[in-house]
């Protein structure tokens, strides 16, 4: 049988989620290294390497995923309508500045590494935005949200890297409990915008669910862990790496779990034989 | 200008699928990809039960969502509506299935035949590789429609040079035509009766119309 | 044939199903075919516009199916059973002909008869006589064997509407009734799947009906595409039909005026005015033995057939005549009291209240009394229409009926009750009304009005099976014992299937007393049939199908029933054969067709190697068993479908020479184009090779009976039936002088005028209900599938798919409220047991059906058949038993048993 209500989309998989994933959060990181690191330390090569890597697994994973891989430069000819397409392209020019960070330095390069990591990030955000099939998708809500997530995530891993002994200015938690608490409002507008006829039924237990994740687990926990007045490294790690795994996990439910496609419906029941016609019909959807 | 649609009068349509199974004769399409399909669907409770045969597939959308969101323009709209996939260009990120509404695209990764994996003399006769791999969709068999206006005929008047789908239906629920042009049968149709497009709400302006009362 | 690199497009017909012929083209690509498609030459001229139904687009993967036997095989295990491995070897076509002439040879000294007088050849074909579009000239060589058993059934009789067939021929030529589609604007049917069933041409005239206004009521358990596409579905208790239609004429006969009705109808072409005596019996009168009707004009008796009387249609008089009793007995009525057939009914159907009904139903009382009212206001009873320059009665509703409605018990009183409220209204066999389609009883079979010949009484003549003393046959000539049980059988070729089919089963186990014992058939044809899944008790059948000494079956794939075979032939199939059958005129399901004519089935691509044409099987056949003079004589007769030979042309076969495919049916073709020009055209095979068809006009006018009736001064046998009540009494008396008494049942549905039997009782345990542990409490049905009946294609990949789009294969179907109660979640695995056995199958939950139903679509449960066998879809034939407490008076049960449900696993 062919499912009329709204079942979840399979054609994006755990490789699709992962330019999500590891894209964002590269994307979110290489904007925040510009703010939080000096900038000309030969250690700070590295974490663009980071950065860029980050990014580039998500694209790989995408590649992974794409039927005509060996096609994929097709992927830049349509830049003027495709978000798609501006990924690919925000991308190479995200590589080019990272490129110019090693070879130059500087901040004009880290700033426009900095930029383009943003437009990678507002690319992905944009993608799933136009993703009219899918109505967990194509809300307004979600580029917020994919946009503090990714900064989010961003500025946790910058805070990872206090792990091999670079200077961070002291307010870098603030910034990684601010951002946490901006994603979780921007979390509740996106399950408030998918309120009532805005998702099918579906989806909705899930997206409970992930408000739950994304406001205590991500959100409400990882500033009691910043706040707190005992709090050291420790519980800044541990915080920054909530902040983190919830953003991919939330990614990841968002692309493979709880992207149900809008299903088939119906305005007007057809009138048979000289009887009434019926009212409408949209299965799946009880409002 | 020209735009061709397709009006499917739900008050005939009885599922036999006849239409899904012409439409995957007529382009060759593999083992459970259906361009053309017909949903069964049931609404209401024993003993107050409707059910209704609804054909689905690509609406041909004036504003088609699976065309903006192709990074590589291989999904275009025709001068007279219809909606193709270059499948030369392709490269199957399948960003056209998430954005359709209607779900109306497909793709085939490994060649699947009916009976095993070797195909059948007919499956081998019609194989196209091209098709593996991207995304595949009902382009209201376009080519047909060209031959034919090449001959002369008229699209949805002519068999050859009307959709298989619509050529099968043994109910004549299925009309194809030029809905711009006001004689065309399928713009008698619409004016005729009552009818809607699926999730007009979303702005795609579909190509297919539902006839579902007289006006 | 093709050559590389061309494209062709071959015109051909299918007959995959009996709502068939559709004309259709083949497309071939370099010598493959690619596709099909309408056939739109035929747009004109075909009922359906030239279209063709799902199953047709099937052929192509037919064609190249891998599973296909590829070469004649022989068996070398002699075990035969489920679970014994055939050991099937190649052999050689030369090998495998002579094989079976010379089993022919054999059975065929002696006359052809056994120990017990039953023929020792059988033959089995599926499809309501499709397979005969199929087999070639096959029909011919038969016809040289001699006694051949026709009655082994594979889904006939159990699988058919065969109350309709009986009846419906008995009282209005229609071996099936269907409506007059395009002109009736009012349609109740009981369970008639037509939109389903009723192939292209039913599903395009009822939608173009529904577009002119045609209101459909579906009345019927389960709601089907049918009910799915009608104003109205009533959820009816099954086998509970009768009660309805009884109300119905209730509701005309005591809650209208008797003006209402069609009064003319009734007087003139009915036998309502017919006086009823004291004994049950018509009053006679004594010189003419004529039935008497009362002239209120003259004040009194005359014989039906007095010109210029307006008889009365109530009342009771007081007359003198005799009644004709059965065998010859004869009671004199100097002054009698007697009443009109008419005045009988009213008084019969005063309590069949839509009240009444309404409980027996579980269907609302309005809904019966407002669906009766909608019948009669519908029915613009003194209005007329012109069709081909006639004015005719004008009479816009009618009334279907659906298998498991119009067989098994019940079916007679449903199809008497149909037929009944078409007379009420004057609604039979006129434009907008009833009407039969064809006839297969009696003759002449191309067209039904020929066969309206005047008979006893002011009725059309029926070819009854004796049940006089004389001329009544206790022995039966085949082992379902159809001429001397069931006289409404008739006797030629079709009755044998049209008899108690599954008694030919049922008897190998055991026979009743007083008949000779049910042997096996020593040699037994099969083709494009699979009883061993297609009739009830299927395992049980398939056992005794194992214990056949000799099957020769005509083999696409392997499958339950060849399984058993001894040799496989396999012949060329649809796409790669010749054949030229007859279109047109009227036919079941709802082909009413303004032409007739002839089609041709031909070659579209290369033969599979190692299969041959059926008609060179047959010739050689023929020839390799000494028969080949008597079976070119057949051929030229016309047992290949055309024939050779007319008043001004003669294209008979020497019947001394073998004769190839292409110059039996070009022989063919050329008589067609004489016949269907009176002897001026002579186009042959290559002209029908390029052109597929040819027709000539057929009047529509042919549709109807009721001028045909009115020509001859006839009527229709209603509502009274004195003559079927007389043949009761006859053959129970027969019978009894034989001691058969286990048929005792079945003879009290003779009867003059049906009324209520507790029918759904017959399947119930009463016992366990009253304990209230029934451990049976769902009703299981079957319904068709257009993408599979009749089609012998569930090994087709393409008819699987598409019809796993629509609801309910694939599973059983259980009301959603009903399941839930049980546990069982969508897609759970659920045992499905009846007292016979279980199946198993995936629950389908759907809102529209009945709380105290379940259904199973189409014929599963391989085991065998490539593809099918990994469907593991339950089957409504595995789990019903074979019974003759559950058989009627006509030889056939319903599909329907009483089951249980269980969850036995979760959702895949």
Partial sequence: MISIAPRRQVTWDWRAAGNFLFGGAGGGFMTLLAVFVATDTPINNILVLIGLALAGLGLFMVWLKIGRPLRFLNVYRNPWTSWMSREAWVANFLFAAGLACLVYGGPIAHGLAALFGLLFLFCQAQILRMARGIPTWRTGAIVPLVLATGLAEGAGL?????????????????????????????????????????????????????????????????????????????????????????????????????????????????????????????????? | MTRYVMVADLRRCVGCQTCTAACRHANATPTGVQWRRVLDMETGEYPDVRRTFVPVGCMHCEDPPCMTVCPTTATRKRDDGIVTIDYDLCIGCTYCDVACPYQARYKVDKADFAYSDKPTDAEEARYDPKRLGVSTKCDFCAAKIDAGLEKGLTPGVDPEATPACANSCIAGALHFGDIEDPNSNVSKLVAENESFRMHEELGTKPGFYYLWDES | MSKPGETKSVATYCYQCVAGPDLLKVNVQDGVAVGVEPNFDATEIHPGAGKICVKAYGLIQKTYNPHRISTPMKRTNPKKGRDEDPGFVPISW????????????????????????????????????????????????????????????????????????????????????????????????????????????????????????????????????????????????????????????????????????????????????????????????????????????????????????????????????????????QTLHKSCKVITAHNKLVDHVKSSTPAWAAEICDVKEETIRRVANEFLSHACIGETIEIDGQTLPYRPVAITLG?????????????????????????????????????????????????????????????????????WEPKPNIRNAYKTLVPLSADNAWSQALGPTHFSWMFQDKTPDNLPKATSPELWFVYRSNPAISTWDAPGVTDKISRFPYIVAFAYTMDETNHMADILLPESNDLESTQLIRIGGTKFIEQFWCQEGYALRQPAVKAMEGSRDFTDISTELAARSGLLEAYNVRINKGNAGVRLFGDNYDFSLDPAKKHDAEAIWDASCRAASAELSGGKNKDGLDWYKEHGFKVKPYPQSHWYLYPRLVEHGLRFEMPYQERLTRIGVELGNRLHEQDITWWDEQLKEYRPLPGWENIPGLWEDSAAIAKGDDPHPFWLLTSRSMQYSWGSNVTIQLMQEVASNIAGHGGVVINTGAATKLGIADGDLVEVTSPLRSTKGRAVLRQGIRPDTLLMIGQFDHWKTPVAKDFHVPSLNTVTPMSMKLTDSTGSSADLVKVGVTRIGSAA
């Avoid at chain 3, 699988?159 to 109740?188: I, M, N, Q």
């Avoid at chain 3, 009910?227 to 509701?251: G, N, Q, R, Y």
Wanted: proline share 6%.
């Fill in chain 1, 158 to 287: 910058v805070s990872l890297t206090a792990l091999g002994g670079i200077s961070l200015p002291s307010w870098i938690g603030m910034a990684v409990g601010g951002l946490a608490i901006v994603r979780a409002a921007t979390m509740l507008a996106y399950t408030n915008a998918l309120q009532g006829g805005q998702s099918p039924d579906a989806v909705k237990p899930g997206l409970k669910t992930l408000l739950w994740v994304i406001v205590g687990i991500g959100g409400v926990a990882p500033v009691i862990l910043l706040a707190l007045p005992t709090s050291g490294m420790v519980a800044g790690l541990v915080a920054s790496i909530l902040v983190i795994l919830t953003g991919w996990h939330m990614k990841y439910q968002i692309v493979c779990h709880l992207g149900h496609y809008q299903g088939l419906a119906l305005k007007h029941e057809p009138a048979r034989g000289g009887a009434a016609p019926g009212t409408s019909s949209r299965p799946g959807w009880s409002e």
């Fill in chain 3, 403 to 471: 298998k498991t409605v119009n067989n098994g018990w019940g079916g007679f009183e449903c199809c008497w009750g149909r037929t009944l409220l078409a007379c009420l209204v004057g609604a039979l066999e006129v434009p907008g009304g009833t009407l039969g389609t064809t006839v297969r009883l009696n003759r002449q079979v191309n067209d039904r009005l020929d066969s309206v010949t005047p008979g006893e009484d002011g009725f059309m003549s029926f070819p009854m099976n004796p049940t006089d003393p004389q001329r």
């Fill in chain 3, 94 to 329: 030369d090998e495998a002909l002579d094989a079976v002439a010379a089993k022919v040879v054999e059975v065929m000294a002696d006359g052809g008869l056994d120990e017990s007088g039953y023929p020792r050849i059988a033959a089995t074909f599926g499809g309501g006589g499709t397979p005969q579009s199929y087999m070639g000239s096959f029909p011919a060589f038969l016809a040289t064997l001699g006694p051949v058993d026709f009655g082994f059934g594979g889904g006939q009789g159990v699988g058919c509407t065969h109350s309709e067939h009986l009846y419906g021929e008995f009282w209005h030529r229609a071996f099936t009734v269907s409506a007059d589609t395009p002109t009736t604007k009012y349609l109740v049917s009981f369970g008639s799947n037509i939109e389903a069933s009723g192939g292209v041409c039913g599903v395009w005239r009822h939608a173009n009906a529904r577009a002119n206004g045609l209101k459909r009521v579906q009345i019927e358990p389960a709601q089907s595409i049918t009910a799915a596409c009608s104003a109205e579905w009533v959820p009816i208790k099954p086998k509970t039909d009768s009660a309805f239609m009884l109300a119905m004429i209730h509701v005309l006969l005591h809650e209208h005026d008797v003006g209402e009705l069609d009064v003319e109808f009734l007087k003139h072409r009915t036998s309502a005015p017919y006086l009823v005596a004291p004994g049950g019996y018509y009053l006679r009168d004594k010189k003419t033995k004529k039935p008497m009707i009362w002239d209120p004009a003259k004040n009194k008796a005359v014989v039906f057939d007095t010109p210029g009387v307006e008889p009365a249609l109530m009342g009771t008089y007081t007359a003198s005549g005799f009644e004709q009793g059965p065998d010859s007995e």
